[in-house]
């Protein structure tokens, strides 16, 4: 049973460009949830998808959107890029939206933005 | 924002010790989570304590909550080099809609095992 998986691993962009960043949630989950974590930092909430419809939204622009497709997997999009979206983007799922966080989370291995 | 603030920040410990790490938070929470990540790569999770609980255990790993004093502490017992890692804390909480907010992390404890 493959757990969460993520696309690209790493990832170079230069400022102003758009980027989108895949994710594939563990078999039996129907709900994905999206994370920043720069260096040094904990991981902060972006928002978490449902029934292919975005249910929760942490404290990020609207620069920041998502998409939740039949088969559950994800994307995370992010225009305009700045110098400060460089940062590790972790992707969870989980199940039982719109209760989903009161359950284990299971994290990807992520994916590493570098914006120069 | 960040609702947990672990400390200490950073730990090192010798083999076969055990580790304590803390965490405090600052609105109501439905449960806390811990998780370690190793190398800034993706989270496992550890354990999860619900807010009506007061002490959880799972192998090597005791947690305890005190709501009244919106605090938890993570104790690794007899640690071992494969335990150097960051650890975190994350709180869920209700939203205002009947449902649940993402998780909200601390900024970690860097936890290292000296063999």
Redesign the interface.
Known sequence: DAGVTQSPTHLIKTRGQQVTLRCSPKSGHDTVSWYQQALGQGPQFIFQYYEEEERQRGNFPDRFSGHQFPNYSSELNVNALLLGDSALYLCASSWGSPLSSYNEQFFGPGTRLTVL | ??Q?EEDPQALSIQEGENATMNCSYKTSI??L?W?RQNS??????LI?IRSNEREKHSGRLRVTLDTSKKSSSLLITASRAADTASY?C?T?SP?S????????????THLIIQP
């Open positions: 924002s960040q947990g439905n449960n989570q998780y800034g790569r993706g989270l496992v999770h999860l975190f994350a869920a939203d809609g009947g449902g649940a907010d993402g998780l909200t992390f601390g900024k970690g």
